[in-house]
């Protein structure tokens, strides 16, 4: 546990992991806090070869930190938001949601003439972004990519596709994006994405107390919407699932989608909520698209990647 002052943050050890829990720890500097990294490595780093829906593990860049936490080795975990489950374990809190960055995704690419032509192959390691690709590209070759933002990159620059996609705000967060570039705003993010998450033990007061200057609630309140859509859509199961929900002055303005794994289906809801928040607008909204036939598809990729 934490000293008077002393914060312990956890953290995976990729550059931009480590820029994140520096940002973190800078901030909790500023509010008179001691604080020290812990980096480790997570399952989800070690093994680049399989895909990441393959490894059947939901939380694979979480579990280490989780564990780290519980077992007192560390006194907060800082996490992209996006990779952490929908479910967080026993005893871990979510202390703090920082100001959310783009949460668009880009294409890097070698040239755009491929975009008009029937053939082409990009990459990437996420359902998500290979079932909008497809549904949009339905002739293009999608290769499975891992690896940390920096290993990514070079294995784009080392191989014959076309290019390949990632989140726009690791690349920013890092300053490693470059010029050549595509916004992809067609495709719609992950639940969460650009957005951070810091939690702790619901024991630990001390650092509930000090990372609540950190929050922010109006990037909480849309968060909370993707992931309660994406939690009620999947049920503990990976699939091609986007969200995003966005405020426009009193308004939050939510687009959610559900992709068969080869793309060629695709259930989308678009809805508009007031404030103040309910608490079940992203649950509701998954319903609704569960009624409207998402449910069989859902089943499908259930079946698909058993």
Not at 55 to 83: N, R, W, Y
Not at 298 to 304: A, G, L, S, V
Request: glycine fraction near 6%.
């Amino acid at each position: 546990m934490s000293s008077n002052t002393h914060i312990k943050i956890g953290t995976r050890d990729s550059e931009l992991a480590m820029w994140q829990a520096n940002t973190v720890a800078e901030l909790l500097k500023s509010h008179g806090y001691e604080v020290e990294l812990f980096p480790v490595k997570s399952t989800g780093d070690l093994n680049l070869d399989q895909p990441l829906y393959e490894m059947g593990i939901t939380g694979i860049f979480t579990k280490t930190l989780d564990i780290a936490l519980i077992k007192g080795e560390i006194d907060v975990a800082v996490h992209s938001m996006k990779d952490v489950p929908t479910q967080l374990p026993k005893t871990v809190v979510k202390a703090a949601v920082l100001p959310r960055a783009n949460s668009i995704d880009i294409l890097l690419h070698k040239g755009t003439e491929f975009l008009s032509h029937k053939e082409g192959t990009i990459a990437t390691g996420s359902l998500r972004r290979k079932a909008q690709w497809l549904h949009k590209y339905p002739t293009h070759q999608v290769k499975n990519l891992r690896g940390n933002v920096n290993t990514r990159l070079q294995k784009l620059a080392d191989s014959k596709w076309n290019g390949a996609i990632f989140a726009a705000a690791g690349l920013e967060r890092i300053n490693l994006k470059p010029k050549t570039h595509i916004e992809l705003d067609w495709m719609i993010p992950a639940p969460a994405q650009g957005a951070m998450l810091v939690v702790t033990t619901e024991n630990n007061t001390f650092c509930q107390e000090a990372l609540s200057n950190l929050h922010h609630q109006a990037t909480d309140d849309c968060v909370q919407i993707e992931r309660d859509f994406l939690r009620q859509l999947e049920g503990g199961c990976t699939a091609p699932i986007g969200a995003l929900a966005k405020i426009q002055e009193d308004k939050i303005y939510f687009e959610g989608a559900l992709f068969s794994l080869d793309g060629t289906e695709k259930f989308s809801i678009e809805k508009e909520f007031s404030y103040p928040l309910k608490g079940n607008e992203g649950k509701l909204a998954a319903e609704e698209l569960l009624a409207n036939g998402a449910a069989n598809l859902m089943r499908q990729i259930k079946e698909q990647l058993a």
